[in-house]
């Protein structure tokens, strides 16, 4: 499956920003598909950002951003989205979507992913 995430940007502290990854290309549908966000800062290892399972109905948002960030999926575009909201400096990073195939409706595996997209830059300037 190809992923495209799209919706970076530039953006100053306190402001909002919307991502998209797009999938296709896949023999499976989309919602076999748990979907995940990542990110990468300069000099640091990429880590978990957030993830949903394939009807929406699990999330799971790493501490640093629970609150602040939402993960939603809409499976007849397929597409999902990570809304970011209050901005902070820190945030600044290239954001990858990831794709698992699972067999059930939960978010556990995406840490693993099956498929990367390429990232898509995200800064915040103070």
């Known amino acids: 499956v190809q992923l495209q995430a799209s919706g970076g940007g530039l953006v100053q502290a306190g402001g909002s920003l919307r991502l998209s990854c797009a999938a296709s290309g896949s023999g499976r549908t989309f919602s076999n598909y748990a979907m995940g966000w990542f990110r990468q800062a300069p000099g640091k290892e990429r880590e978990f950002v957030a993830a949903?399972?394939?009807?929406?109905?699990?999330?799971a948002y790493a501490d640093s951003v629970e609150g602040r960030f939402t993960i939603s999926r809409d499976n007849a575009k397929n597409t999902v989205y990570l809304q970011m909201n209050s901005l902070k400096p820190e945030d600044t990073a290239v954001y990858y979507c990831?794709?698992?195939?699972?067999?059930?409706?939960?978010?556990?595996?995406?840490?693993?992913?099956?498929?990367w997209g390429r990232g898509t830059l995200v800064t915040v300037s103070s």
């Open positions: 949903i399972s394939w009807s929406g109905g699990n999330t």
């Open positions: 990831a794709a698992k195939l699972t067999p059930w409706d939960v978010v556990a595996g995406i840490v693993t992913p099956d498929y």
